[in-house]
């Protein structure tokens, strides 16, 4: 390389290192006019460019009756939410006054909601709602105030609006805050530790399908706290609907048909009062819940804002169990088709067994003197057979039967009452025997509050005679309406329930509940039709216990009485029914704990119930007023 190329290679190399130079002057003075010059005021724009992220909460799905009819919905609503962020004691403090002061409510409740101490136990990045169904007035205030109050926003919030009041609550049960104990269990299905969830009816147990996915709203604030742009990051989903297999004209009236019964009773002096009832209408055949009432009722709006205490005190504590599932009570006589067909089944009896009831039978000894368990009439029903025992609901006809079962042939020369080893083998026959119809078990109903019920020890000889006559255990509601729903369709045990689809917001139909027959029983085509007719004699026949009130109907029913004595107060009423008597379509339970006889107190409910499904079809006027019953068994 000579001289020459070598200054040509010096002088570009100068002149890269000065364009270099120039633009190093350039971006040192740029850098200080933003750092001396502006910088301030590119400070406040920094601030501005703030970003936060928002919820927008989902709202539920809805909830139909069978007919389409809008029974849950929700409606506009303000929320005020805080967003955290790293704010001094003081900070804190200062707001927790403020929206104290503008909202009436306590400050330490706003401070801990803030704070997310338990019970308010969100997740340190997480928004927490201070309040819920803001008034007109305070939305006006917290907007207004907003720039003072750092992280609090207004959000649109779907509050939940039951349309029908008490109509089917607990069915459908209510919201309440996650309990502390699922806090943790809800976090990590993607909830809020602040939302509110479904805690009983199919608000509960439709949790996972009711419940929407919520949006996110990102938004751009400026220095003074204030939002200068916005953009939906996320859309809310909302949740899916469901369709009840209730019908809501039937719910209605039968729960018009309990309360009117329950005033029938307690305006009868010589009467102790009644404070509660339940009933059942099922399909027999598919297992669809028609309608499930429980005396007295409660109104789900209650919960939506948070409770009165009075009002929690007064009205909803006496009415918070659904009775119809967790209220178990002896069966009464309405247990007596059971142990007519367990006789069948065992060979104990034939379809030509008579018995004959002279108002009593000794059932062995006690302390040398003979004991006797009597028929409620007890001037005896005289020779009875199966059909008629049932009829008439004759007691002593079913204690035969059932001391057969135990092998004592000889009830009067029996020395020994108590035999102890013997009888608990002969009651867990009964007992698994009434299990097949869903006494004492789970019906696998899909509400999750279902109590199962429970079948007495057998200590003394006449636990069985009690055991026959339903005196000795304790069923729901539900079971009893699932129980004479197999005797309905032939022998199989249907699951009911009370949802039958779940509906997408487009209305895709993305679940159905298909029948389900959990265990079949085997019952000979002329065993189940002569207890059939005995149940149908209940109601057709003039010595039948259930006669007075349905005479005139205009349609067909099968039914039983039952009247289960309590030993503290008055007899609890019950009966089950099916109708028309061929080919069922509706089945039923009614119970009326404390309400007397089952003609007196149940049977006119049922009719009511009836009356009720089959209006189109019956002849008009021809309805018997509740509380006329005949007074029988």
């Known amino acids: 390389m000579d001289d020459k190329e070598r200054l040509l290679i010096w002088r570009r190399l100068n002149s890269f290192f000065g364009v270099i130079l120039v633009f190093l002057g350039i971006l040192t003075l740029r850098l200080a006019q933003l750092q001396i010059i502006q910088g301030e005021s590119w400070k406040v724009k920094a601030v501005s460019y703030r970003q936060d992220e928002m919820i927008i909460p989902a709202a539920r799905g809805q909830i139909y009756d069978r007919n389409g009819r809008l029974l849950v919905t929700n409606q506009a609503s303000f929320s005020l939410y805080f967003n955290p962020l790293d704010l001094s004691e003081s900070e804190y403090e200062r707001m927790a006054r403020s929206i104290s002061a503008a909202a009436q409510i306590s400050q330490v409740e706003v401070w801990d909601k803030m704070d997310a101490v338990p019970p308010f136990q969100a997740r340190p990045s997480e928004p927490r709602c201070l309040i819920r169904g803001l008034t007109p007035q305070q939305v006006a205030y917290f907007s207004e105030h907003q720039s003072d109050l750092t992280g609090i926003r207004i959000v649109a919030e779907p509050r939940r609006k039951y349309l029908t009041g008490t109509l089917a609550s607990h069915v459908i049960g209510y919201l309440n805050s996650i309990p502390v104990k699922s806090v943790q269990k809800f976090q990590s299905l993607g909830y809020r530790a602040d939302e509110r969830v479904g805690v009983f009816g199919v608000e509960h147990s439709y949790e996972a399908q009711l419940h929407g996915l919520d949006g996110v709203i990102r938004v751009n604030m400026n220095h003074q706290n204030q939002p200068i742009a916005q953009e939906i990051a996320k859309s809310p989903v909302k949740g899916n609907d469901l369709i009840l297999s209730i019908d809501s004209n039937l719910q209605a009236q039968m729960e018009q048909a309990l309360a009117e019964q329950i005033r029938v009773i307690n305006s009868n002096p010589k009467l102790k009062r009644v404070s509660n009832a339940m009933a059942v209408a099922m399909n027999p055949n598919n297992g669809e819940v028609l309608a499930m009432?429980?005396?007295?009722?409660?109104?789900?709006?209650?919960?939506?804002?948070?409770?009165?205490?009075?009002?929690?005190?007064?009205?909803?504590v006496p009415a918070e169990m659904n009775r119809a599932l967790q209220q178990t009570v002896a069966p009464g006589s309405t247990i007596k088709p059971a142990t007519v067909l367990l006789g069948l089944d065992r060979h104990i009896i034939s379809p030509w067994t008579t018995f004959r009831d002279d108002g009593r039978l000794q059932v062995g000894w006690n302390q040398g003197k003979p004991y006797y368990l009597y028929c409620w009439n007890h001037n005896g029903h005289g020779l009875v057979d199966i059909k008629k025992a049932l009829a008439v609901s004759c007691n002593v006809y079913m204690y035969n039967l059932s001391l057969k079962l135990g092998g004592w042939s000889n009830f009067t020369t029996d020395s020994n009452y108590w035999i102890p080893y013997r009888l608990p083998k002969v009651a867990k026959i009964f007992d698994e025997y009434y299990k097949q119809f869903g006494l004492g078990v789970s019906t696998g109903i899909d509400l999750d509050e279902e109590e199962t019920g429970t079948m007495g020890k057998a200590v003394y000889l006449a636990d069985l005679p009690f055991i026959a006559i339903g005196q000795h255990e304790s069923y729901t509601a539900i079971q009893l309406a699932q129980y004479v729903s197999v005797l309905a369709n032939g022998g199989k045990r249907v699951e009911p329930?009370?949802?039958?689809?779940?509906?997408?917001?487009?209305?895709?139909?993305?679940?159905?509940?298909?029948?389900?027959?959990?265990?079949?029983?085997?019952?000979?085509?002329?065993?189940?039709?002569?207890v059939r007719a005995g149940m149908q004699d209940v109601v057709r026949k003039p010595y039948g216990t259930a006669y007075g009130t349905f005479r005139g109907a205009g349609y067909t029913v099968a039914g039983k009485t039952g009247t289960a004595e309590t030993g503290v107060s008055e007899d609890n009423a019950l009966f089950i029914g099916y109708a028309p008597s061929v080919q069922p379509e509706i089945a039923i339970s009614v119970v009326v704990p404390g309400g007397g006889h089952g003609a007196d107190s149940s049977v006119p409910i049922a009719r009511k119930i009836f009356d009720a499904y089959f209006a189109p079809r019956s002849v008009q006027g021809q309805e018997t007023p509740l509380g006329t019953a005949k007074k029988q068994r």
Not at 499 to 507: A, Q, Y
């Open 497 to 530: 329930h009370v949802v039958k689809e779940v509906r997408s917001t487009d209305g895709r139909v993305v679940g159905v509940t298909t029948p389900r027959v959990l265990n079949t029983i085997q019952l000979p085509d002329n065993y189940l039709s002569l």
């Open 293 to 316: 009432a429980s005396y007295p009722s409660f109104d789900p709006n209650w919960w939506v804002s948070g409770i009165d205490e009075t009002i929690y005190r007064r009205n909803f």
